[in-house]
Every structure is written in C-alpha cells, then in structure tokens.
C-alpha cells in the first residue's frame, strides 16, 4: 500500500483523537491535525502529530459544524488530501459540509481503508450491515469517516510537543446557536460489551418462558438478546436487546442461539462471535450452518436440562 | 410555512437474498419508504398540525421503482399534500453527492422554508444526502434531531441526541434538518388517507446533473461466512442432551 504525503485528522471528541491520529500516521507521511483547544493541540502532539492548526474562537455556543467554513479555509490554504474523522454524529454532518466546501468525496462507516495510485479505497457497512460496499474515492480531497475499532488506539507520548499555528475563525452565516447541553442518561443495556450471550427466537411459544433462557444466563453469566420477531413483532423485549440488520452488532466469546431459525437478517448481528451453539428443532435450519455446537432436538427439553447440568 | 420532504424507496431488508458469491439480489424485495424518511413525514405532518398554514411536499429522486403507483401513492397517503418525483434509469444507485445536488436545484425551483430528512437512508446508509443538500443551498443544516421543541416563522428550536449529550438548538429558517429515527413513531395511514392519496398531485421532473467523478460505487458484496466447527448432535434423549452438555464444557 502507497501512503499519502498528508493526512489531515479531525476530532469532535477528544477520545477519539487517538484513533484519527493512529490511522493518519499508518495512512501518511506527514499528519496534521486540526483542534479547537489548547488542551487539544497538546494531546494531538502527544499522538505524534506533525502539525496542528488551532481555530480560535471564544463563542462556546458555537456547535462544531460552524467550524466548517474554517476548517475548509485551513485545508485549501495548506493543501487539499485526506481528511479523517471518527464516526460520531456531528463529524458526520461536519465532513457532508466540508465535502461540499473542498468538493470532496466523501464515505462514511468506514471499516476499511487502503491507498492505490492517490485514489482511497473505502469498505464500509451497507443494508444495515447485510453487506460491505466498495467505494472509490477520486477527487483531489477525499473524507473518510471512520467506524470505531477501525485503527488501533496508539499511546501518548507526553514527550512529544510543539506549537500550535493558530488560524482565525471564519464566520458563518449559516450558524447554529447551541443554547442549552445535558449529559445523557446511557441505555443499561449494552450487549456490545457482553462476553456471552443468549439469545431466543420464534422458538419461545409464550413470554413467561424466556425465563428459561434468563436461567441460563445466570449460569453462564450472559446477557439475554433475541431476534426481530421478539423485540420487534412481540415487543416481549426492548430494541436494545435485539441483534441483526441496523442494530446490535454483536462480538461476543459465545453465542447461544435458541429457536432462531438463523436467517442472514438475524445472522449478520452475530456471526462474528467466536463460537456459536445453536438449540433447534429443525434439523435444516439455517443456524446450523453458523454453529460450532448444535443440538436439534426441543428446546423445553434441552434448555432446562442444559441449564441445570451447568449449574451443578 | 412551506415544507418539502426528503424521501428514497429502498428494497425491503427482510427479502433480500445474499447470493452463493456474496452478490445481493434484490429482485424479490419490493420497495419501501426508508424508515427514517418516514420519521421525516411524520415529522413534519406533526409541525403541520399545529400550524395549519404549513404545506409538505416530498421529493423523491430514483429509478425506475419510484415509477410504481403502488409506492406513490403509500407516501401521499401519510400527510403530504404532494410529491415531487425525479426518476431516471441512471439514478438506480445513485450516491449522495449526486442525489444531494438534483434535490437542491428541486428544492430552488419550489422554494422551502424548512427541509427534513432522515439521518440517513435503509439501504447505503451513507448520512449524507440531507447535510450536503443545506450545504448547497447554503442554509443551516444539522443532523441527528431527536425533538422538536417549539418552530414560528424565523427559527426552530430542537434537541440533538448525540453520543454522550443532548444539545439544544436555535435553527433560523429557512434550514434543513436531518431527523434520527427515535423523534417520533410514524403513524400507520388509514383507510380514509389511503383513498384520499389517490387524488394528490404527483409532479415528475426531469432533472439532469452532470456525472461528478467524486467517488465510484465498486461493488456491494457480503462477508465471507466464518469457518465454523459444526459438532451437531440430532436427537433431545437424556444421553444426547449429556453428550451435547459434555460440548459445551469445553467453552462455557
């Protein structure tokens, strides 16, 4: 793979500076960063970046999209290339400005990243995760806005310093006046982070059964999901707890499939586990084709029996 | 209050079928209204309901599907008072820079005062379009709308649900905004709004923008399935079940 003289790199968020840098200093020879703090510009150094351009601007009801204009003023002054940003909302809306601003394409969830003759190539998540899409970017600037995870998170190096260049703000007419900002209270569910997950589906004939499988859970200390038709059609079960197409992605060591029938809408927000077990009574069921460990049998029988052998 | 729409047909994700090569076919999966583009409708249906002087047009641009009567008529039936289509066969997978620019030059021609569309759209999911839309028409845009507090004739003031915050917003209008799709819960139309649907006005406009050489859509394809162990027991006797259990020691 062929790296780019510059990469610029741009955070909303501070913790995920790290990430833009890291895969700015993989992607070229030279990183610039753009920071609207002093606290910022040292960090970004700290990251091993080359550069830092600093937008001055004291109004704190500013929201970082009415940065756009200056942001596009700093990069067309000091040369058009790569622009990436970490996947949050307002870096998305951000880069859609800036693509217009620097005519730039621009891709968005990216996943993958790699460099052929100056043109960028993007993996990125399509039809709710279904499938990956392959686009090309061609133009002279190009944004990529990347999903989490995509580069590793490299350490600071607080021995690293320097001086920030500091640019004028450019106004905007088009401003956004921020009036008021409140934390967010966080879902408690977060199978994303669960090691273990049990998961049911069609198969469960009544709601007071999914006890069966929150036994089971305790046993292995897992967290309980389900397919679409549970959450969704049923609504036995929160959204939070639904894994497939457009919304949990899940990672976990192991997966327990019961009753689900393992349909791709489903499968897509689990097959990246590392083992998969499936109870079902269809023998030609389509989870059998993802699972490391299966029984095709009933899963009143085989679920109390299972949860019970563990315990003991 | 004059309020146009954005609204894209995307094949329904529950039939699509992933091919032996990874290729998708979507022959089988009829279109749709995307599902954040209906929280856009309901949107703005519910700022119509309490400005009664408010007008919704959606715009639509795509292929040949958005010639189907069947899908027009299911977007008039949820609140608009009418749609502006723009189909051509080029625009069958049509990226955003391009969609973005043929709904601005629409956009112009019927002139707005606020323009919603969904953070991004079932199939590319690209949450582009909307954003690039208001940068072209060099209006303030902002996306990821969860609320809208209060809209009078100059502004919009709403909450953005963002990853760990809520921001409050003053928008002056006109603007566009993006909405996600936790803003409201779209109604399902009923039959009075299905009948009436068939007598509103669909307008088709031929809207033709260069080839911009930006990005290339390569090709879409599905992951490779993971090799996988495949140790299945077929049977539920007590022995099986032990056996199986005996499995699952191995990991648990």
Redesign the interface.
């Known amino acids: 793979m062929s790296k780019l003289s510059n990469v610029w790199v741009f955070s909303d ?1 501070y913790s995920r500076l790290a990430e833009v840098i890291s895969g700015g200093l993989e992607l070229g020879q030279n990183v610039k960063a753009i920071v609207l703090t002093e606290d910022e510009s040292k960090e970004a150094f700290a990251y091993g970046a080359n550069e830092v351009f600093l937008i001055e601007n004291s109004d704190s009801n500013n ?1 970082v ?1 009415n940065y ?1 204009k200056s942001i596009a003023k700093v990069i067309m002054n000091e040369g058009k290339s790569l622009i990436l940003m970490p996947g ?3 870096c ?2 951000l ?3 800036l ?3 620097l ?7 990216v996943s993958e990243i790699n460099i052929e003759n100056n043109n960028i ?1 993007c993996r990125h ?4 995760g ?10 002279e600037a190009s944004i990529a806005v990347i999903a989490s995870g995509t580069f590793e998170n490299i350490q600071k190096d607080e021995s690293k310093t320097g001086e920030a260049q500091k640019v004028d703000f450019v106004e905007n007419k ?11 209270e ?1 879902s408690s569910v977060d199978l994303n982070k669960a090691k ?1 997950i049990v998961a049911i589906g069609r198969g469960i004939s009544k709601q007071e059964d999914i006890s069966l499988a929150e036994e089971l859970c305790k046993v ?1 200390d897992a967290e309980l999901g389900c397919s679409r038709p549970i959450a969704e059609g049923e609504k036995w079960m929160e959204h939070e707890r639904y894994i497939g ?2 919304s949990v992605m899940a990672k976990p060591e ?1 997966y327990v499939a019961i009753g689900i029938s393992g349909q ?2 489903h499968m897509v927000g689990a ?2 586990s590392q ?4 109870i079902n009574k269809d ?1 030609n069921a389509p989870i ?11 899963l009143y ?2 679920l109390p ?2 949860t019970k ?2 315990k003991g | 209050m004059k309020i146009l729409v954005g609204c894209k047909l995307v094949p329904e994700d529950q039939d699509i079928v992933v091919q032996n090569d990874g290729t998708l076919d979507t022959s089988k999966a009829a279109p749709k209204i995307s599902q954040f583009d209906l929280n856009a409708i309901q949107t703005a249906v519910d700022i119509k309901k309490e400005n009664a002087n408010a007008t919704i047009t959606a715009l639509s641009v795509g292929g040949k599907k958005l010639e189907n009567v069947k899908v027009r008529k299911d977007m008039l039936s949820r609140g608009l008072d009418e749609l502006v289509v723009v189909t051509n066969e080029k625009y069958e997978n049509i990226l955003p820079h391009q969609t973005s620019k043929i709904l601005s030059e629409v956009a112009k021609e019927q002139g707005f005062d606020l323009i919603i569309c969904g953070d991004g759209s079932g199939d590319l999911y690209a949450q582009q379009t909307g954003i690039k839309l208001g940068a072209l028409l060099d209006v303030p845009t902002v996306n990821g709308i969860s609320e809208i507090v209060s809209i009078d004739e100059n502004k919009i003031i709403a909450k953005r649900a963002l990853e760990n915050e809520v921001e409050v917003l003053e928008v002056p209008l006109p603007a566009v905004i993006c909405v996600s799709a936790d803003i409201n819960e779209p109604s399902i139309p009923g039959m009075k709004a299905i009948l009436a649907a068939g007598k509103k006005p669909v307008n088709v406009k031929e809207v033709v923008v260069e080839d911009s050489a930006l990005v290339d859509l390569v090709e879409i394809r599905a992951p490779k399935k993971k090799e996988r162990a495949h140790i299945i027991i077929e049977g539920d006797s007590e022995d099986q079940i032990a056996e199986f259990v005996n499995n699952l020691r191995k990991i648990i």
């Open positions: 968020t929201i999209e756009s949050t909302k307002r998305k809306s880069a859609s400005l693509s217009i601003e005519e730039a394409g621009l891709v968005t969830e190539n998540m399509v039809y709710g279904l499938a990956n899409g392959l686009e090309t970017i061609t133009s088009n401003s956004i006046k921020c009036i008021e900002k409140t934390s967010k966080g273990s292995m197409i457009s192991i791709i809408q097959k990246d083992t998969i077990i499936a023998k059998f084709d993802y699972a490391d460990y299966g029984i095709v049998g009933d029988t085989v029996a299972v052998a563990l």
